[in-house]
């Protein structure tokens, strides 16, 4: 069954992609035939509209060669076999037999390995060969593999040690994802990194205003002596992303990029149909009621009238008719489209370059109420003045609209029961589906204007640049970016919809404000001595961020019509306001240190002044340094350079810090209460909370080791990390003895985490063709792994369960029971269950429902009584291994790429399976469709029905599965257009290509075996809208 | 901006002097209690002490769960805190969350009361009467509060003053010492023209000095039992209180002529109330957003009427929402009213009658008479009658012959018992709203009973001025007829301190005073295992009276107390018992 679906949809998938490729094949092939003779070639190299100067132009298998001029012009003599190599340093070689020519001009092609060798790091760019930590570094091409909503979804598996899933599985159309690099380590304080846009810290959890198209590359930087420049906000690493730029020189080129497509939800949650439903109330029912009432099977009558009894409307009359609703499906769009348009113009000329770029996004979740707009308006200018002044400026304008975040209809949509019919026989909607009205019609939602929720935000965000070089090495570069944002989200709720079931028409509105500007002044020393280099980088920097908020709830609203846009006509109204600032103050100093490109050095001291920190408190140093051998460049290593390319051994130590210390922390705090006096209403403060004088922030101080290497002329390629990580100062949650009347918790520093891991991500040419003529196959792996455990908690303490944080275990570890399957009616589970102290008969009778084993005991023995004290770890949401695997084909102008992402181990806990869709009290709420223990069907997973037992004992132990899946994340079959059909029409590049986004999970024991539709989350898996594959056709042109 | 070109201007010197002021925080979101050195940040203050009061009252963990289960009158059932303090279970422990709440509200409250007072001595622009009763008010809560904690728990720590710091120390004060901090605040409170005399001189639900007089009389006569007690105790709690029964004119608070108005819907501000904690459905200022705040006593002594109203699931607004969280004992729904055709605080205190809220016809009541189980056929008309509950036994052809459901003591189950019905809300709009009703904490009934067991432990129990003439008076206003009077009225000899504590229970059953007037009388652990039990053919609960142990007279510590003290000394649990859990 799910084998069919999967195949049909691949098939479809193919069969698409085939159909819109081929149709626009046009093959251009050329034969030439060799010649003997000895012959004068000449012609020019070129690259991007540019002669290259200085390009090799070698015989092939001879030591013969020329270099072109700087004119990019060469001559070179040669027989009509020759076969010519013309080569240049980032750029694809190309080989081109003479034959019978006399001038052969030829374009190379920009390498894109070799264009990402220079990678942008913290305050600069380094060369890839010179780096000394550990960073990933994601270039144009990977983040083009996965059309995506923002960044983070496109580089899913894309790197190692950067791990990305979707929070609590939400499938929310503008959902951003969770992004921990190397594992998570702070308890309190958030692990989410830090983002760098064009060099300035940005909001992260804006980050869907960035089209990812407007992105050129991303450098993630793991270790702590790349961050440590970031100092106090290193500790959860660092995402540099650089935005597009006009190129020097280059002539004005027109990009379009655009595809459409459609979703289609991956299936639906099973629950039961009117058939088992019923038989499940009479199984509840009768368990409820059999000693009571002496039923004389589920079949006795009484059991069907107890069923029925206390009515709800139309469900007799339902069972009656035989009715069997599929909630679901009435309720989701099967075919929701999405759609991207992309518009860009980019040159320059030496003195000016410029780029520009507008866009669309739009996505419409499976349902309907939920969706993503964007349109994104981006400029850039580079302008060098003279030879001492250049200055630039960047500026990224979003106005986004994220619609329906605050619903799921999963809850009702799950429960209701199958029996009642969505509507009445006169067609209009069943309003009443629950007699306390405890649900209520999903389909109620759906009416014109009956919910309204939609957050918009109109927001820029401008950097800019001034460089002065004083010549001798020394420049100085005034960085400045502000991030303004204006976010209003309204919202509109009917009475009769499932926000507000039978309370009035509601209504919210509410503001938000952001400022965020950073100034930076760097000064940095280039000096080249002999085989010195030294690179010095002196930076001071201040930023500061301010945040205001409104809102205002109320209601009685009058219409739908009036909706959320004027809270004057409406009643009872509530508000609510909250400012918040912090600033931060920085100094960073660095050297950059290599010998003769062999031994390397680099440190770096910097130093956070923070407004959030008391007096006293407020500035800390956060040092690092890191060495690396590049024992490919020693000279008895020469011999063997085609062999092993590359050799290059790292070994960093860094201190970074976590400054996500909320501002006013160390104040204290009052309460607001209200009250009235007759019908005189008042509002009331008192102080809760203390003043906390000595919070500081938390520190991570770390150890990497990495190799890089480089097989057989670096055609194969990679590098292996490992490291050690030691979080100290977390903080925690301290409560104060209430006797000293402000006990609030507040944070203090004590915990401690530890992290280790390992990586290892390579890059292989299994093929190294141009992908027009020579095959080529490129494929990018990478595995790795996190350990994450709890060092210390507060003083004496080793476990805190209510905050579920145990020593020696990872943070978000699963503390259950353990479960040994449901208590059966035999002998032996009777004595065991007595020997408990359990009930084996009688309406408390354990039989039928969970068992779970006596572990332990207040001596640490099992003590014969189920208890707390049987609850241990079972697991964390922590994989042993995960990774990503992206291969790229190219061959006669098609290019196909699979990226897939993986994780092994681990488990997840499912609220589908834990929430109220899955009670079996067989009430007026329909079921998931799970196997249940009957006296007749005792291998059942899932315990006895029975109408009382509100909340299933210990039905944790059933809600946790193991959490690993394999995902093809895109397929991606492309075709690009020959150069030569296009230059008629006067196109330098075209290509057309469809995508499937999500289309493939394997391995996955929550949806192949549970019925899951997803494993993907960060820990817990919500009772979500179902997710989504998408289909996208899109077309990139180039003029 | 200017501020963006300042920085501009110093930064690429480096200077850091310059932009010191960088780092200061601007706090424009949070109050701070220095505001309590004006009027209008007193005020606010001050509200929120009178805010507070709403978490001790009424939401479904509050202070009725420590006064009135694991006593003679009440045990509880559902699960968790509530029914392991009412059926003082193994699982009653120092790491009750709801110990620690209690306690912790006290104190964050306490320490706002020091706060009012610490910096409210500033105030200025204000009129020097003002600023007295404003500061009385804070220090009544700030005398309340702490005469609740010792009784609850014995020797506690004492802050006099105003603490804004993280402390990770404390220490027990002897409660000799609290109690005298205590007199001493309220006698500033009961001191003439320091607070309006009654509640007719001033908004409802204020404190006034007739409330504090009442409530010193109270602390005179706890203090007299307790062993910090001094000899003046008793005659000063006996003086207190009957002045203030005397002074009715002057203060406007006198009983209400028939007891079942006391706590009539709507009558929350009647003229015998001292104190009631404000609620009301005013949608701001009444329905608080978070549970903390909410009236959910009308919930939580309903039995499960929906059994006996012929519908077998259905509740009606009026009817009550079935919690259930309290069962009486069968002392109290048997012994405690005595004659209950004569004395109306039986009906006035438990609902007799429902209605069906559908029709029905052809159920089956079983019901016994003595040893014998019958059973009678019930039919009924919606809206009509159709559960009676007669407080007393009746033969089988009385049961039989009614088309109604009836329920005699010999048929109480679980859950189908009498609904305690004091807190009963029919005005509330659907029935799984909580009650808007303001509860009444004080009232002057029971001044009449402080001077009854004051003059009893002062040896005067005669009925011209002493213990009986106190009862008696309210045993006058509860004939449920004028002819029964005489009947009801004791004689000195009457008088025990048992009779004492059964008269409390007729008068304030279920009005959350219970088991402080059992630990204060000593006679805790002695009643609950007389008549802390319910048993009928039906039902068999024994467990506070098989339970109850001798140490249990007291709260033990909250657990959290005593983990968060870190630094020095440790914080003492009870000894002799609670030490040992």
């Known amino acids: 069954m799910k084998k069919n679906k999967l195949r049909n949809r691949l098939r479809r998938f193919l069969s698409l992609s085939m159909a819109v490729v081929l149709f626009l094949t046009v093959n251009v092939v050329t034969a030439q035939n060799g010649q003997q003779a000895k012959v004068t070639i000449s012609g020019t190299v070129t690259a991007n509209g540019e002669p290259i100067i200085g390009a090799v132009v070698a015989v092939k298998g001879t030591t013969t060669g020329t270099i072109t001029s700087d004119k990019g012009e060469y001559t070179i003599n040669v027989t009509g076999n020759d076969i010519l190599v013309f080569s240049s340093i980032g750029y694809i070689s190309q080989e081109i037999p003479v034959g019978g020519k006399t001038k052969i001009d030829v374009v190379l092609e920009d390498n894109v390995i070799n264009l990402e060798s220079v990678v942008v790091v913290g305050y600069g760019t380094r060369k890839r060969s010179d780096l000394t930590g550990a960073v990933n570094v994601m270039g144009e091409q990977t983040i083009r593999a996965t059309p995506a909503a923002n960044i983070a979804m496109a580089l899913q598996g894309a790197g190692a040690g950067v791990n990305i899933q979707r929070s609590g599985g939400s499938t929310h159309p503008g959902h951003t994802p969770e992004i921990r690099i190397r594992g998570t380590r702070s308890i309190a304080a958030g692990n989410d990194p830090l983002l760098v846009v064009d060099g300035i810290p940005y909001e992260l959890s804006m980050m869907n205003n960035i089209a990812p198209e407007d992105i050129t590359s991303v450098t993630v930087l793991k270790d702590a002596s790349s961050t440590a420049i970031y100092g106090s906000r290193g500790a959860n690493g660092v995402i540099l992303v650089s935005t597009k730029r006009g190129a020097e020189g280059a002539k004005a080129v027109v990009n379009y990029n655009g595809y459409i497509g459609f979703s289609k939800p991956l299936g639906f949650y099973d629950v039961m149909k009117s058939e088992d439903y019923m038989q499940l109330r009479k199984w509840a029912m009768y368990n409820r009621y059999k000693n009571a009432e002496n039923y004389t099977g589920i079949d006795d009558p009484r059991v069907l009238q107890k069923v029925f009894e206390g009515g709800l409307d139309g469900e007799i009359e339902g069972y009656e008719r035989g009715v069997d609703t599929d909630w679901q499906r009435e309720l989701y769009d099967q075919n929701p489209l999405m759609t991207n348009h992309q518009i860009s113009l980019s040159g320059g000329s030496k003195n000016t370059q410029y780029a520009a770029s507008l866009g669309y996004y739009k996505s419409t979740g499976v349902y309907d109420l939920q969706s993503m707009e964007r349109t994104t308006l981006k400029l850039s200018v580079d302008h060098t003045i003279n030879k001492y002044l250049k200055f630039g400026l960047n500026t990224l304008n979003t106005y986004y609209i994220s619609r329906g975040e605050s619903l799921n209809p999963m809850g009702d949509a799950l429960s209701l029961s199958p029996l009642l019919s969505p509507y009445m026989d006169d067609g209009s909607i069943r309003e009443k589906v629950h007699p306390n009205d405890l649900m209520s019609n999903p389909l109620m939602d759906l009416r014109k204007d009956a919910i309204q929720d939609d957050r918009k935000r109109l927001s820029t965000f401008t950097t800019g640049y001034l460089e002065v070089d004083f010549t001798h090495g020394f420049k100085y570069r005034l960085n400045a970016g502000v991030q303004l944002s204006s976010t209003t989200l309204q919202r509109y709720y009917q009475k009769g919809t499932s926000k507000r079931r039978q309370s009035s028409n509601y209504g919210y509105n509410e503001s938000n404000s952001l400022t965020d500007y950073t100034i930076e002044n760097l000064l940095t020393y280039d000096k080249k001595f002999d085989k010195h280099n030294l690179n010095l980088t002196a930076m001071f920097s201040a930023e500061e961020r301010e945040a205001q908020e409104f809102d205002l709830n109320y209601e009685n609203v009058p219409t739908n019509q009036v909706g959320y846009y004027n809270p004057g006509t409406a009643e009872n109204h509530k508000g609510n306001g909250d400012y918040n600032k912090w600033s931060m103050l920085s100094y960073m100093g660095r050297i950059n240190y290599d010998y003769d490109s062999r031994y390397y050095l680099t440190a770096t001291l910097r130093t956070d002044g923070s407004s959030r920190l008391a007096k006293g408190n407020k500035w800390h140093y956060f040092p690092s340094a890191a060495l690396a051998w590049n024992i490919g460049n020693e000279k008895f290593m020469s011999g063997t350079s085609h062999i092993l390319s590359q050799l290059k051994l790292r070994l960093s130590y860094g201190e970074v810090g976590n400054t996500n210390v909320s501002p006013y922390d160390t104040m204290g705090d009052m309460t607001s209460n209200k009250y009235i006096f007759g019908s005189q209403g008042v509002l009331g403060y008192y102080p809760t909370a203390a003043s906390n004088s000595e919070l500081k922030w938390e520190r991570t101080a770390s150890y990497n080791a990495g190799i890089d290497l480089g097989f057989l002329n670096n055609r194969f390629s990679g590098s292996i990390e490992v490291y050690k990580q030691f979080s100290n100062n977390l903080m925690m949650k301290f409560t104060p003895p209430a006797t000293s009347g402000v006990s609030t918790q507040i944070p203090y520093n004590v915990g401690k985490t530890e992290n280790v891991g390992f990586e290892f991500a390579a890059r292989v040419h299994v093929f190294d063709g141009d992908g027009k003529n020579k095959f080529q196959w490129t494929s990018d792996f990478n595995i790795y792994f996190n350990r994450n455990k709890v060092v210390q908690l507060t003083e004496g303490v080793d476990k805190l369960i209510s905050d579920n944080l145990f020593v020696g275990h990872p943070l978000g570890s699963f503390y259950e029971y353990v479960g040994l399957g449901i208590w059966q009616d035999t002998p032996e589970d009777r004595a065991l269950a007595e020997s408990y102290g359990l009930k084996t008969s009688g309406d408390d009778s354990v039989i039928g429902t969970i068992k779970v084993a006596d572990i332990s005991g207040p001596d640490g023995v099992p003590d014969n009584v189920i208890n707390d004290l049987d609850r241990k770890i079972v697991g964390s949401h922590q994989a042993n291994f995960e990774g990503g695997w992206t291969n790229s084909l190219a061959y006669k102008n098609f290019d196909f790429t699979v990226v897939m992402n993986f994780r092994q181990g681990g488990m997840l806990r499912s609220e589908l399976y834990g929430g109220g869709q899955n009670s079996l009290m067989g009430g007026y709420y329909n079921n998931l469709n799970v196997d249940y223990w009957t006296p007749e069907n005792t291998g059942a997973r899932w315990p006895a029905p029975n109408n009382k037992v509100q909340s299933i004992p210990y039905k944790g132990t059933l809600t946790l599965f193991d959490a690993s899946y394999l995902k093809i994340r895109t397929l991606t079959l492309g075709y690009s257009l020959p150069d030569k059909l296009l230059k008629t029409v006067g196109v330098s590049k075209a290509r057309v290509y469809s995508t499937a986004t999500n289309p493939f999970t394997f391995f996955s024991e929550y949806v192949n075996k549970y019925k899951g539709l997803d494993p993907e989350t960060n820990r817990v898996m919500g009772t979500v809208i179902p997710p989504s594959w998408q289909m996208l056709f899109g077309i990139n042109i180039t003029f | ?581």
Not at chain 2, 240 to 252: C, E, H, N, S, V
Not at chain 2, 462 to 491: F, H, P, Q, V
Request: hydrophobic content about 35%.
């Open chain 2, 1 to 581: 901006m200017k501020k963006i070109i300042y920085l501009l201007a110093c930064l690429p010197l480096f200077i850091m002097m310059a932009c010191g002021d960088f780092l200061d925080e601007e706090n424009h979101s949070k109050m701070t209690p220095e505001s309590f050195s004006t009027p209008q940040g007193f005020e606010l203050g001050l509200n929120g002490v009178y805010g507070g009061m709403r978490t001790f009252y009424g939401p479904l963990s509050s202070i009725h769960m420590i006064t009135v289960p694991g006593t003679d009158e009440f045990y509880s059932r559902s699960s968790g805190d509530i029914y392991n303090f009412g059926n003082y279970t193994t699982n009653y422990k120092p790491n009750s969350d709801y110990i620690y709440s209690y306690w912790r509200s006290s104190y964050t409250l306490i320490n706002t009361c020091n706060g009012l007072v610490h910096f409210g001595e500033n105030m200025t622009d204000i009129p020097e009467a003002k600023k007295i009763t404003m500061l009385a008010e804070a220090r009544f809560f700030r005398a309340w509060l702490y005469f609740r904690l010792v009784q609850f728990f014995g020797d506690v720590t004492l802050n006099r003053t105003y603490n804004d710091v993280v402390v990770k120390t404390a220490k027990r004060d002897p409660m000799a010492d609290v109690y005298d901090f205590i007199v001493e605040d309220l006698l500033y409170c009961t001191t003439p023209g320091n607070l309006p005399v009654g509640p007719k001189d001033t908004q409802p639900g204020r404190v006034t000095q007739a409330l504090a007089r009442h409530l010193l009389a109270k602390v005179y006569l706890t203090r007299g039992w307790s062993s910090a007690a001094k000899t003046t105790d008793f005659q000063n709690a006996y003086d207190i209180a009957t002045r203030l029964i005397q002074d009715g004119d002057q203060t406007g608070v006198k009983l209400m002529s028939k007891y079942e108005d006391i706590h009539k819907p709507g009558n929350e501000n009647n003229q015998e109330i001292l104190f009631n904690v404000q609620m009301t459905d005013d949608p701001i200022y009444g329905v608080p957003e978070k549970d903390s705040g909410m009236n959910n006593l009308a919930h939580i002594f309903v039995a499960g009427y929906f059994n006996f109203n012929g519908s077998g699931n259905v509740q009606q607004i009026e009817d009550g929402r079935v919690y259930a969280r309290y069962h009486g004992t069968t002392w109290l729904y048997n012994e405690a009213f005595g004659d209950i055709d004569k004395d109306s605080r039986y009906h006035g205190t438990f609902q007799s009658k429902w209605t069906a809220p559908i029709d029905f016809s052809n159920k089956k009541q079983e019901f016994y008479v003595g040893e014998n189980k019958y059973s009678a056929i019930r039919s009924g008309v919606k809206g009509e009658l159709a559960g009676y509950l007669p407080g007393k036994n009746m033969t089988k052809e009385e049961i039989e012959s009614a088309n109604y459901y009836i329920l005699t003591p010999e048929n109480y189950t679980d859950p189908n018992f009498p609904t305690m019905k004091k807190y009963l809300d029919p005005n509330r709009t659907s029935l799984s709203f909580d009650s808007r009703r303001t509860i009444i904490v004080y009232r002057l009934a029971e001044t009449y009973l402080i001077a009854a067991e004051a003059a009893f432990k002062l040896g005067n129990n005669s009925t011209t001025d002493g213990a009986a003439y106190y009862i008696n008076e309210l045993r006058k206003r509860a004939a449920s007829k004028t002819e029964y009077i005489n009947d009801l009225m004791i004689t000195a000899a009457d008088v025990t301190i048992d009779y004492i504590l059964d008269e409390r229970t007729r008068e304030l059953c279920g009005e959350q005073l219970r088991w402080l007037d059992l630990v204060r009388t000593k006679k805790l652990v002695e009643r609950v295992r007389k008549y802390g039990f319910f048993t009928t053919k039906w039902t068999n609960h024994t467990l506070p009276k098989d339970n109850i142990q001798d140490f249990h007279v007291l709260r033990p510590i909250p657990q959290k107390q005593i983990e968060s003290v870190i630094v020095g000394d440790p914080y003492p649990q009870q000894p002799d018992g609670w030490d040992k859990m």
